[in-house]
């Protein structure tokens, strides 16, 4: 589609430069042609409001300006184009040929799995980090949302050319691992008789840490009690973040994301990096001193305050290792990092966008996108409240396990996926766990499953029957007359333009949307037209080119979204 806009607006472009050199067109240059779809295929392929546009400059009626720019276009020049007609308040709708309808299916099915991808990206190098959660507990259906968006962008980015990686970032440092620490250590000496402690506050109450507790007993013993209260909790601080960060790496593993990088905080840190960053920044002098803290001068880059980097204790707050992290993704030589983040990182988008800036990098070479919050609800709608550090969450491999109890477990990851990248990013999304179990096998990524299968279907058939398919010079597309056809190549048609438009804006919903929309005109089209009919058997080798190209776009959409494409169902 994108190409046969380029052709007709070369044309469009060409008939207003002869309007403008015989002076019946009064403006000074050739301006681009924007399009738009049309509302039914009565309507034509696709139109341009173009002469509206040019009315004001031009000083004329716009449908004036439409008629002077159709009058120039000489269709028997351009078999590509059946026919212009004059719409509206100036529209100039365009009826395409079948010629170009044609030459999408035979695009579809030299491509193949490659159908939909550019290389637009020239191979510059973009980083992705995503989910990052802490490595405080087991991952909860909110990081399943930032998996599953995270892992897409990056398939849509590689799709388009770019060089894209997945990285995580272990915030294994700081005050929330300490606090781990010390909740291990609680429920480690309850299991020796201690009933009268309680899980210190800012710790984490949930039972999965009981039960680390448990098999910490009986592989060690009571080996820790000889310790010191501070070497114990270091002990189990260390233990803890191992042993929730495999937890972590398997459930993702599980869910079909695949990290090509883990970057850990305290590596950062013991690197030395953030004591660079602190130089960097005194040389620019971005530094003072106040209040017995180091802060940098936010206020330079229009914030409304300053913030503090180093505090009276000598401790670097969270911001400096956070700039040098980022340093750190810039001299591994990537020209793009983009950061989901949580919507309660909102407020840290800004500042560290000024770090970034601070430290003399290009304005775009950070984005930040929020990952809005999926929010748990009961069965009557009312919103429970998640949080580790109360034990109160719903764990990505809870949601998994419920899936698989109906729909087994591929489809039980499929569905969840699908679930979360269903919806745009910024919006959030409330996620009634006994709904998504009970109509499980109602959902929408079924539908789309079930069309890739009907294709797989029937060339399973056409073999039984004994119909092989021709080359494809040798099969006549112009057996593909009914309009639900060529609605359905037009839609075809859409997948590249689709897959660049998502990759640019990072909006991964825009290809389940599309898929949807595929499968609902393909589904009606199998029930309503026999396509394998040996009393018309030139017209069956087309109509299986027409299966053949919804199946593997559906195949192709279905990978970028980390999803299944079955054969049966």
Known sequence: MDEIKNEVSSILKGAIRTAIETGELPINEVPIIPFSPTKTPEHGDIATPIALGLAKSAKLAPTKIAETIVKYVNQDEHPSIRNLEIAGPGFINVYLSNTWLYHTLRTII???????????GCGKRVLIEFVSANPTGPL?????RAAAVGDTLVNLLNAVGYEAIREYYVNDAGGQVERLGESIDVRYRQLFGEADLEIPEGGYQGDYLREFAKSIVAEEGGTYLKLNQDERISEFRDKGIVHLLKLQKTSLERFGVHFDVWTSEKAIRDSGKPDQIIDKFREKKYLYEAEGATWFRMTDFGDDKDCVVIRTNGEYTY???????????????????????????????TRLK??????GLVDDWLDIDIIQQVNLVDADGTRLDMSKRQGQFYTLDALIDELAETVGEQFAVDVARYFFLM?????HLDFNIELAITQANENPVFYIQYA???????????????????PLNDISLEELTEPSEHELIRKLADFPSIVLSSAAEREAHRIPHYLHELAGLFHPYYNQHRVLDKEHIQRTYSRLILVKSVQTVLANGLKLLGISAPESM
């Open 110 to 120: 030299d491509s193949g799995d490659t159908y939909g991808r550019s290389k637009i």
């Open 452 to 470: 890739h299968a009907r294709c797989c279907s029937i060339f399973h058939q056409a073999i039984e029957q004994q119909i092989h398919l021709k």
């Open 423 to 427: 919806r745009a990013n910024n919006t």
């Open 319 to 349: 911001f400096v290792p956070d700039a040098a992290y980022h340093y750190d993704k810039y001299e591994r030589g990537f020209d793009k990092v983009i950061n989901l983040f949580g919507p309660d990182h909102q407020g840290h988008i």
């Open 140 to 144: 909860n259906i909110v990081s399943g």
């Open 354 to 359: 000024n770090f970034v800036k601070a430290l």
